[in-house]
C-alpha cells in the first residue's frame, strides 16, 4: 500500500481553493453586471425621460404665454443625459433632434366682423373687419391618434416630437385653434393659426443645450367692447360686436382628431364620439356654430351672426432654429 505524501494534499487543496475562489469571482461579477449595467441604463433613461420632459413642459409654456412678438425668440435649456453604463458600457451623450418634414397639414381662417363703434364726439357708426390666415404644420404621432392638443412636444428616443395627440383621449384637451368662452356682454372668440417650418436642427452632448425657437407674428388683433380699438387709422370705443361669417378649415392626416377635440370641448348634449363620426356635420350644442367633417378636412362655421363681447384673432409662425 502506497503512503501519501502531506504535500501532495497541500498542493490539490490550493488548486481546489484557486477554483472556487474564481468560481466565487465569476458569479460575483456576473451578478454585478447583471445588475448594475441595466439598473444605471434604466435610471439613467428614467431621468433624462424626466428633465427633458420639465424642460419642454417649460417650453410649452413660454410658446402660449402671449408674451410672442415678431422676432422675438423662445428659449429653452434642454438637459441631455447620458446612456451607458462606465466603465462596462461607453457612455454616449443624448441627442435630441428637431425635425421639420413636408407639412402634413394645412389650416385657414376666413371671419367678418362688423363691429359698432363711437368716435371722440359720441357718434356712432359700424366698421367692417375681415381676416384671412393660412398656416401649414407638421404632424408627429406615435400610434392611433383620438385626441388632439396643435401645440405639445414629447421625446422618444433621442427625438424631439411636435406631437398632435396621444394613443388615448384625454380628460383635458390641450389649446384648440378655437376657443370660445362666456363673458359680459356676450361671447368671447379666440382664433389661433400656428405653423411650423424650418430646417432641421441636431444636438447631440452630455451637456445640457439650448433649443430656440424664432417667432414671426404676422397678426394678432383683438377687439373687446367698451374698449378702445384702432380702425382704419381712426381711434374707435367699440359698443358691440357681431361675428357675420366664419370658416376654419384644417386639412390633414389628422382630421378626424381636431373633429374629436373640438366635439368634447363645445359639444354637451351627451352624444357620443363614435356617433359624430358617422355624421357629416355636427352643431355646437351651446353656440350657433357648425362643424362639417368630410374625409380630411373639418370646417367650423357659424350658422348665423353671432353676438360677441370679444374677439381675438392670433397667427403665430414659430420657426425652429
Same mark, same amino acid.
Given at each position: 500500500?502506497?503512503?501519501?505524501?502531506?504535500?501532495?494534499?497541500?498542493?490539490?487543496?490550493?488548486?481546489?481553493?484557486?477554483?472556487?475562489?474564481?468560481?466565487?469571482?465569476?458569479?460575483?461579477?456576473?451578478?454585478?453586471?447583471?445588475?448594475?449595467?441595466?439598473?444605471?441604463?434604466?435610471?439613467?433613461?428614467?431621468?433624462?425621460?424626466?428633465?427633458?420632459?420639465?424642460?419642454?413642459?417649460? !417650453?410649452?409654456?413660454?410658446?402660449?404665454? &402671449?408674451?410672442?412678438? +415678431?422676432? #422675438?425668440? *423662445?428659449?429653452?435649456? @434642454?438637459?441631455?443625459? =447620458?446612456?451607458?453604463?462606465?466603465?462596462?458600457?461607453?457612455?454616449?451623450?443624448?441627442?435630441?433632434?428637431?425635425?421639420?418634414?413636408?407639412?402634413?397639414?394645412?389650416?385657414?381662417?376666413?371671419?367678418?366682423?362688423?363691429?359698432?363703434?363711437?368716435?371722440?364726439?359720441?357718434?356712432?357708426?359700424?366698421?367692417?373687419?375681415?381676416?384671412?390666415?393660412?398656416?401649414?404644420?407638421?404632424?408627429?404621432?406615435?400610434?392611433?391618434?383620438?385626441?388632439?392638443?396643435?401645440?405639445?412636444?414629447?421625446?422618444?428616443?433621442?427625438?424631439?416630437?411636435?406631437?398632435?395627440?396621444?394613443?388615448?383621449?384625454?380628460?383635458?384637451?390641450?389649446?384648440?385653434?378655437?376657443?370660445?368662452?362666456?363673458?359680459?356682454?356676450?361671447?368671447?372668440?379666440? !382664433?389661433?393659426?400656428?405653423?411650423?417650418? &424650418?430646417?432641421?436642427? +441636431?444636438? #447631440?452632448? *452630455?451637456?445640457?443645450? @439650448?433649443?430656440?425657437? =424664432?417667432?414671426?407674428?404676422?397678426?394678432?388683433?383683438?377687439?373687446?367692447?367698451?374698449?378702445?380699438?384702432?380702425?382704419?387709422?381712426?381711434?374707435?370705443?367699440?359698443?358691440?360686436?357681431?361675428?357675420?361669417?366664419?370658416?376654419?378649415?384644417?386639412?390633414?392626416?389628422?382630421?378626424?382628431?381636431?373633429?374629436?377635440?373640438?366635439?368634447?370641448?363645445?359639444?354637451?348634449?351627451?352624444?357620443?364620439?363614435?356617433?359624430?363620426?358617422?355624421?357629416?356635420?355636427?352643431?355646437?350644442?351651446?353656440?350657433?356654430?357648425?362643424?362639417?367633417?368630410?374625409?380630411?378636412?373639418?370646417?367650423?362655421?357659424?350658422?348665423?351672426?353671432?353676438?360677441?363681447?370679444?374677439?381675438?384673432?392670433?397667427?403665430?409662425?414659430?420657426?425652429?432654429?
Amino acid at each position: 500500500m502506497r503512503v501519501k505524501v502531506r504535500g501532495e494534499d497541500r498542493a490539490v487543496a490550493e488548486v481546489v481553493g484557486a477554483i472556487l475562489l474564481f468560481a466565487v469571482f465569476i458569479t460575483l461579477f456576473t451578478s454585478f453586471l447583471v445588475w448594475y449595467i441595466p439598473t444605471t441604463t434604466g435610471n439613467n433613461e428614467v431621468l433624462y425621460q424626466h428633465e427633458t420632459g420639465n424642460a419642454f413642459n417649460s !417650453l410649452v409654456g413660454k410658446i402660449h404665454s &402671449g408674451d410672442l412678438s +415678431t422676432g #422675438s425668440t *423662445v428659449s429653452q435649456n @434642454i438637459p441631455l443625459g =447620458i446612456n451607458g453604463a462606465p466603465p462596462f458600457a461607453a457612455a454616449v451623450g443624448t441627442e435630441v433632434s428637431v425635425i421639420p418634414k413636408y407639412p402634413d397639414f394645412n389650416a385657414s381662417v376666413t371671419f367678418d366682423l362688423t363691429i359698432g363703434v363711437a368716435n371722440s364726439t359720441g357718434v356712432s357708426s359700424t366698421v367692417n373687419v375681415t381676416g384671412h390666415f393660412t398656416a401649414q404644420g407638421i404632424i408627429n404621432s406615435l400610434g392611433n391618434t383620438e385626441y388632439v392638443s396643435p401645440v405639445n412636444y414629447a421625446i422618444e428616443d433621442g427625438t424631439l416630437f411636435q406631437v398632435y395627440g396621444t394613443t388615448q383621449p384625454a380628460n383635458g384637451l390641450g389649446p384648440l385653434p378655437l376657443g370660445i368662452s362666456n363673458g359680459s356682454g356676450g361671447l368671447g372668440l379666440q !382664433l389661433g393659426i400656428y405653423g411650423f417650418n &424650418g430646417s432641421s436642427v +441636431t444636438v #447631440s452632448a *452630455v451637456q445640457p443645450q @439650448i433649443i430656440n425657437l =424664432i417667432v414671426n407674428s404676422s397678426g394678432h388683433t383683438d377687439y373687446s367692447n367698451g374698449y378702445l380699438a384702432s380702425l382704419r387709422g381712426k381711434i374707435y370705443t367699440i359698443h358691440n360686436i357681431t361675428l357675420n361669417t366664419l370658416n376654419y378649415s384644417i386639412n390633414g392626416s389628422l382630421a378626424n382628431a381636431w373633429d374629436y377635440g373640438f366635439f368634447n370641448q363645445f359639444n354637451n348634449s351627451g352624444k357620443n364620439y363614435g356617433t359624430v363620426l358617422a355624421l357629416s356635420s355636427w352643431n355646437f350644442s351651446a353656440y350657433n356654430l357648425r362643424a362639417n367633417y368630410t374625409g380630411s378636412n373639418l370646417y367650423i362655421t357659424n350658422k348665423s351672426p353671432l353676438k360677441l363681447n370679444s374677439a381675438s384673432v392670433v397667427f403665430e409662425y414659430l420657426k425652429v432654429s
